[in-house]
């Protein structure tokens, strides 16, 4: 089936659009970019939108913008929700949201698709960076819809409708900004996101306050308050929050745990500890069976660090303990958990997209079991989303003319209709984790029908990427290949080296543990894909040499002036791309894979840039820099 029926059947499934969320002003009220025509109202598949026009091909214009003038008060919304609708966007590069808040603008980038049908796009302040330092969401007067050009040619953006998005349950989430130093900043709101987008993937929408803006007024005790990550938080918002416990709050939180939280909390933290300090590193959390229910058995996350937990008292129980890459179960404590909150050591990094967010879900509606009610509701109602704005039977009914000639379909959308049922009862008897289980089912078989009316492209290339050069742990390369095979893969990047080390017979880089222990896993991969028609491309990450580098070697290099420094002066685990020694290193090695092993369909590079704009700025770099401008720089590295 072509491209243009799906798009049809989409279309057909979708109807003419969806509701609006609510009313936009007239096209008089927004003002235009430079070099942009005025926005202008027209009906477009059965509503009314401002249409945007995006002069590209007669302007030479980097990018079209529309300003919306607003009045709003986000401290304690969960973000922004517009409805947009595109037919072509090939000729934009990249669509961005902007709000502006007390004179310092927020962007955001929007997701592009040319449908041509009716898009609804959540926009989370999480997904937001202040251009400058944040001076808090209170007092939002503009709202920028900006489509930066791609190629030459005309297009046209319709905006249906722009409104606040309020957080849709009773939790809160306050982001580290103002009070996490610098160097952090952009860690915390990752790790934000992170979390926010756990919640979300569960069907929760949590309020969203950043520090700039915490007080008790933003604090609900009726709301589990969520902590990211606050390195640095001050004295005033660790008391608030203490305050909000106190009145009956309770609160989830990560890492750093301020003192007035600790006592209200009856939590504490403990030593610091490395991985490395673990004999076979740390591979994830094992959860403690019977305490929180929905709770997963495990967690897979490779912290590099965490805060050993100390659960004291008789209401504070340990909830899960750190666990290695044997699988054995380490004496450190991961997290715990109290009459009013819990806490882990380390911050949610994100790692197991299946447990993490059922984690967050199973110890927030521990506090809150409303949670589990509201989420389970929001993803059955959300399984047709992305493909229908119609609910599920209407859906279903649609596709089914269109599947009758495809017996994967067909049972596909079959599966659907069945888990949508048995999660419909599991809801109404209140079973609140198993029917999160068979909603999630209901949507995956629902792909899967519309996946299935697709025909691939005959010899098309489908790629993966495995971040061990060894494959999956526990398993050898030959059973991965017959999975990748299984699956339609046709090709493989396992990561087999960095800057410093490889899994592979190396005369160039040192040998790895895996190297060591296991043997070469090129070779062994090479072994078992190529037979089976999958290429392999050798992964290779260049100049980084990885989190923990042998001391030996890493001193070497600092010696010899080929890491890369940062302009405060601290030395970074990375080569620098400019010394000469260290470009003539990545040239060899990506020698040897090519020659050692003809069998290989390439070698894929990667970290070929530097970490960030703060480096390098190296003696090198200097003297290098100062050939190139042809004068002596007295403020190094102020001056750049």
């Known amino acids: 089936m072509s491209r243009r029926t799906i798009r049809s059947i989409l279309a057909l499934v979708l109807g003419p659009g969806l509701g609006a969320v609510r009313a936009l002003p007239p096209a008089g ?253 740390i591979e994830g959390i094992v959860f403690q069976p019977g305490i929180v229910s929905g709770l997963p058995p495990a967690l897979r996350q490779h912290s590099p660090n965490f805060l050993d937990i100390v659960p004291t008292g008789d209401r504070v129980r340990a909830l899960g303990w750190w666990y290695d890459s044997r699988g054995g179960t380490t004496p450190h404590c991961a997290a715990a958990l109290s009459p009013r909150g819990a806490w882990f050591g380390h911050v949610y990094l994100g790692q197991d997209s299946l447990a993490g967010p059922r984690l967050l879900l199973a110890v927030a509606g521990h506090f809150r079991p409303e949670l589990w009610r509201l989420a389970v509701r929001g993803r059955i109602e959300a399984i047709p989303e992305g ?105 493989v990047f396992p990561n087999v080296a960095n800057a410093a080390v490889a899994d592979y017979a190396s005369q160039v880089l040192q040998p790895s543990a895996v190297f060591r222990e296991r043997g070469d896993q090129v070779a062994a991969c090479l072994d078992a894909c190529t037979p089976r028609g999958i290429e392999v491309h050798a992964w290779k990450i260049c100049l980084n040499l990885g989190d923990r580098p042998d001391a030996a070697l890493r001193e070497s290099l600092l010696r010899a002036g080929r890491l890369q420094q940062d302009r405060d002066g601290g030395t970074r685990n990375w080569l620098c791309p400019s010394h000469p020694e260290n470009r003539r290193a990545e040239v060899r090695a990506v020698e040897e894979l090519v020659t050692r092993y003809p069998g290989l369909a390439g070698v894929h590079l990667d970290f070929i840039r530097f970490p960030g704009s703060g480096s390098c700025t190296c003696p090198s770099c200097r003297r290098a820099f100062e050939a190139q401008l042809g004068i002596r720089l007295t403020q190094w590295p102020r001056e750049v």
């Open 387 to 491: 493909v229908a704005s119609t609910d599920l039977p209407t859906t279903l009914a649609a596709l089914e003319a269109y599947c009758r000639g495809n017996p994967r379909s067909r049972a596909a959308l079959a599966h659907c209709a069945r888990y949508h049922e048995t999660a419909r009862r599991l809801q109404a008897s209140e079973q609140y984790a198993a029917a999160l289980d068979f909603a999630e089912k209901s949507r995956a078989a629902l792909l899967e029908a519309v996946i299935g009316l697709h025909r691939a492209p005959a010899g098309e290339f489908r790629g993966i990427w495995c971040h061990r050069g060894y494959g999956i742990e526990g398993w050898d390369w030959s059973r991965c290949a017959a999975l990748l095979s299984g699956s339609g893969i046709t090709a």
């Open 29 to 281: 009220g927004i003002v235009p970019g430079p070099g942009c025509p005025p926005a202008r109202t027209e009906q477009v598949r059965g509503r009314s939108a401002l249409a945007l026009e995006c002069p590209f091909e007669a302007r030479p214009l980097e990018r079209a913008f529309w300003d919306l003038p607003v009045r709003w008060d986000l401290r304690t919304a969960a973000g922004v929700r517009l409805e947009l609708l595109c037919a072509d966007t090939s000729p934009i590069s990249q669509c961005n949201l902007y709000l502006r808040a007390r004179g310092v603008w927020h962007a955001a980038a929007l997701p592009v698709a040319g449908t041509g049908l009716w898009r609804t796009l959540r926009v989370l302040k999480t997904d937001f960076a202040p251009e400058g330092v944040s001076r808090g969401w209170g007092e939002v007067d503009r709202v920028r819809l900006a489509a930066w050009r791609g190629a030459g040619r005309d297009t046209v953006l319709h905006l249906g409708a722009v409104e606040i998005l309020p957080g849709a349950a009773p939790l809160t989430l306050v982001r580290g900004s103002v009070s996490v130093p610098a160097a952090e900043r952009g860690a915390a709101a990752r790790y934000a996101r992170e979390v926010m987008d756990a919640f979300v993937a569960v069907g929760v929408v949590p309020c969203c306050v950043d520090d700039v803006d915490l007080s008790e007024a933003c604090l609900d005790p009726a709301h589990v308050t969520v902590l990211p990550y606050h390195p640095a938080m001050p004295d005033g918002a660790a008391r608030a929050l203490a305050r909000t416990v106190e009145r009956g709050g309770s609160v989830l939180g990560f890492y750093n745990l301020p003192g007035p939280l600790a006592e209200a909390t009856g939590l504490r933290t403990g030593a610091y500890v490395r991985s490395t300090e673990v004999a076979a590193g």
